[in-house]
């Protein structure tokens, strides 16, 4: 008699716990997203610290040591290149001559730059098209147009531009624009240079602060006898673009301290040309001592000093005009 066998049936498998699968999945889309984001950072991450960190420091080190005609240090001098820059009399004329060149230019872009978002923003005609006119020219280069400027609006030829305009009005053309110190036309060459090039964009930033302001506080002012116009600017417009203002104001304060590009195509890379000491800005002289002189450390040092300074005007600022406080 045959036996049967007695299959038993197969034991199910025991199913995978629900808040464990659930945690490998949030671990996926984790890993996933932390891979996408540093696949992106990653190269600009790179980038700064190859092209800007790294150079800082080393800089920062460099100006501790004596080398000359060698990015590599040779030998430390302790704070001696920092003694030897501040001491030098060019040095100091040319951190006079950024410092004249910032009280002008920053008050003047800052007035310019308010008075047509004031214009631009208040017309309802074309806005777009007056936004794009008066920012073209942040799109132009310094290079370039201190070459313009240099050769064609103030060439000091008769046939200049700016002398056509002298000529009009039945003035005498002048034909030292870049190279007289008495009277120091040349500044006249690189101010407007700079508001031709920058008073768009902070212009914007102005725009930008003023479409912030709420239009029930214009209205509850007229309701309450306010005309528009001075009035309005005072106690309204002018207290809520505070922190506007003061970034712009910031902002202008580096980049005056930081002019370089008009300096050198305008009055010239070296002393022999004649002009370039007239109008040298702190940059240009680290320039000419660091790749001219090829001293490092004491470039760098320079260097150094000129950040330091730029860092303590802008905290001095920010303290001062009150940045970053909520606006009442």
């Excluded at 920012?135 to 132009?140: H, N, S």
Aim: proline residues 5%; hydrophobic residues 50%; charged residues 10%.
């Amino acid at each position: 008699m045959e036996s049967t066998k007695v299959i038993s049936p197969a034991q199910p498998e025991a199913p995978l716990d629900v808040k464990q699968r659930g945690k490998r999945s949030t671990l996926r889309k984790r890993l996933k997203i932390e891979l996408a984001f540093w696949g992106f950072a990653a190269p600009l991450l790179i980038g700064l610290a190859v092209f800007v960190y790294i150079p800082i420091l080393w800089s920062i080190f460099l100006s501790f040591f004596d080398a000359r005609s060698t990015i590599a240090p040779t030998q430390f001098v302790g704070l001696a290149n920092y003694a030897s820059i501040l001491n030098d009399t060019a040095y100091q004329q040319a951190l006079v001559t950024i410092t004249l060149f910032a009280l002008f230019i920053i008050p003047t872009t800052f007035a310019l730059s308010l008075g047509l978002a004031l214009l631009v923003n208040g017309i309802r005609f074309a806005q777009p098209f007056f936004r794009s006119v008066f920012f073209l020219p942040t799109a132009c280069s310094y290079v370039v147009a201190s070459l313009i400027w240099k050769l064609d609006i103030f060439n000091g030829l008769p046939t200049g531009f700016a002398n056509t305009i002298l000529t009009s009005l039945h003035m005498d053309p002048i034909n030292t624009w870049i190279s007289s110190p008495n009277p120091p036309y040349y500044w006249i060459v690189l101010v407007t240079l700079r508001l031709w090039i920058q008073v768009g964009v902070y212009m914007l930033l102005f725009i930008a602060g003023l479409q912030t302001i709420p239009q029930e506080l214009y209205e509850a002012a007229t309701v309450d006898g306010a005309r528009r116009g001075w009035t309005t600017f005072r106690y309204i417009t002018f207290p809520l673009l505070r922190n506007t203002s003061v970034a712009i104001l910031i902002l202008n304060l580096i980049a005056a301290y930081q002019a370089f590009d008009e300096f050198y195509n305008i009055m010239g890379s070296t002393a022999s040309s004649g002009n370039a000491s007239l109008g040298r800005p702190p940059l240009l002289y680290i320039f000419q001592v660091a790749l001219g002189s090829q001293d490092y450390g004491r470039g760098s040092a320079g260097a150094i000093i000129l950040a330091v300074i730029i860092i303590v005007f802008t905290v001095v600022q920010a303290k001062v005009f009150g940045f970053g406080k909520v606006q009442s």
